[in-house]
Nanobody, 116 residues
């Protein structure tokens, strides 16, 4: 089982980034997918979630209106499109897959730094 995040990096405030999480080794379409993030000295927080078929999404209040989560079940990939980035969005972003029986998998994380 693997979840491999990519697309992180350094971006200026107000900029955009699109992360990707490529899944393998399990039935991707059976799992709800989420993105979490963890800033230095802070707890990991849930950023966005999308249901297994992609019909419903939820976002943390801090990113509503700026982030959009989507998935392509044919490519076993989930994406967050992150717009209007702020310095407080700086964190390591993690991909999570969770099934209804609570079996879950985590990616290794990708660093996003928002700074001028």
């Amino acid at each position: 089982v693997q979840l491999v995040e990519s697309g992180g990096g350094l971006v200026q405030p107000g900029g955009s980034l699109r992360l990707s999480c490529a899944a393998s080794g399990f039935t991707f379409s059976s799992y709800r997918m989420s993105w979490y993030r963890q800033a230095p000295g802070k707890e990991r927080e849930l950023v966005a979630t999308i249901t297994s078929a992609g019909g419903s999404t939820n976002y943390a209040d801090s990113v509503k209106g700026r982030f959009t989560i989507s998935r392509d079940n044919a490519k076993n990939t989930v994406y967050p499109q992150m717009n209007s980035l702020k310095p407080e969005d700086t964190a390591v972003y993690y991909c999570n897959a969770r099934r209804v029986d609570l079996r879950e998998y985590w990616g290794q994380g990708t660093q996003v730094t928002v700074s001028s």
